[in-house]
């Protein structure tokens, strides 16, 4: 499974941006898929992750009523909608997939893109 992610780019503080990831090869394969971050300095974290239907999504504290994540199982498309940008929220985001359940933990993930930067300004 081969995944690549879209949509990073300069956006001012309150604004919104569209992050979109498309998953290619085997993607029968895909069960879950997530979201994750990494901002200079500091690990790679949990943002969103949604199950194979679309039925559950989980989203991290600081994420919650500001992002949304949505996936378009017929396109092998996964989506993170970012709203009300704060300059904390700048990061290399980075789309995952997984064989098995969903989950929030990083190294749960058995597939990553390569990431797209955000960047908040104040």
């Known amino acids: 499974v081969q995944l690549q992610a879209s949509g990073g780019g300069l956006v001012q503080a309150g604004g919104s941006l569209r992050l979109s990831c498309v998953a290619s090869?085997?993607?029968?394969?895909?069960?879950?898929m997530g979201w994750f971050r990494q901002a200079p300095g500091k690990e790679r974290e949990f943002v969103a992750a949604i199950t194979r239907t679309g039925g559950s999504t989980y989203n991290a504290d600081s994420a919650k009523g500001r992002f949304t994540i949505s996936r378009d199982n017929a396109k092998n498309m996964v989506y993170l909608q970012m709203n009300s940008l704060k300059p904390e929220d700048t990061a290399v985001y980075y789309c995952?997939?997984?064989?098995?359940?969903?989950?929030?933990?990083?190294?749960?993930?058995?597939?990553w893109g390569q990431g797209t930067l955000v960047t908040v300004s104040s």
């Open positions: 995952a997939a997984k064989d098995s359940i969903v989950t929030v933990t990083t190294n749960s993930y058995d597939y």
């Open positions: 090869g085997r993607t029968f394969r895909i069960v879950a």
